[in-house]
Each structure stands twice: as structure tokens, then as C-alpha cells.
């Protein structure tokens, strides 16, 4: 779009400045949705602004079955500390009810023990925790089980 064409010249920029080695290839939004659907693993990552990265992180979101399974990280400088959230933000809906899947919240407390942290052997152990409970068969109703948000707490602690 043409008013993405700053945002297109500053990733440019960035990438021949600090990222030559990295394959930079610009995507329109909508092809990029349906990629991500199409061929999900051709990414390692994208870099969008906020309206766009909400948009195409709803659509991965069904990838991993939910929204509440994904972790993200805004990262800033090396060394400075970045802010870790799910990616769906605080869910006012549901909020207090007991229904929401808490692993993106897990998740992403794993990727700040990684990348800000420097705790990559106790990253790796939550994350294993993680897929153990997974394993397991803990699922919350997002995930077509029947789990509280405690609970599915609780299956990951138990994993751990």
C-alpha cells in the first residue's frame, strides 16, 4: 500500500544496515494471509506495524488452534529488557470467567527467560512443560477441552 511506503523504506534501510545475511522479501498484507495459511513454515518471521501484525497473527492464530496458544515479544536493542504478552492482549471478555487458555501468558514468560533473561536451559524446561501437558491431553475450551485456566496452569506445573 502506499502508505506503508516509509515503513518499507525503514525495514529496507535496517535490513542492508544490520541484517544483510537475512532474506528481506515485502508482502502485501493480503497475500500475506494467505500465505500463512497456504505455507505457514516459509516464514521465520514477519515484521509488520500493528494493524497489519494483529491481523496476520489472528489468521496464525488457527494454526495453533487458538489465539491463546500464542506467545509475542517486542524486542528493542540488545541487552535492553522487551515487553512479553500474549498475543491476544488482556481478552476483556472473558476475563475473570476461568476460560482463558493461560499457555500464550506461559509462553511468553518463556521467550523473556530466553531473550532478556539469558536463562535459555530453564526457557527450554517451561517449554517442554509445556508440550508435555499438551501431550497429556490438557486443553481448555479454546482447544475443545474442558480445563479452567488453573487448571491448565496446573497441568503445566505438574509437567514441569
Known sequence: METGLLWREVVTDLHKR?????????ILADNAAMQIVRN???FDVMVTDNLFGDILSDAAAQLTGSLGMLPSA???????????EPIHGSAPDIAGKGVANPLAAILSF????????????TADRLFAA?????????????LG??????????AVLAAL
Open 18 to 26: 544490520e541484517y544483510a545475511d537475512v532474506e528481506l522479501e515485502h
Open 40 to 42: 505457514p513454515k516459509q
Open 74 to 84: 517486542a524486542l528493542g536493542a540488545p541487552g535492553k529488557p522487551g515487553l512479553y
Open 110 to 121: 518463556e521467550m523473556a527467560l530466553r531473550w532478556s533473561l539469558g536463562r535459555a536451559e
Open 130 to 142: 509445556v508440550t508435555r501437558a499438551l501431550e497429556g491431553g490438557a486443553r481448555t475450551p479454546d
Open 145 to 154: 477441552g474442558r480445563l479452567s485456566t488453573a487448571e491448565m496452569g496446573d
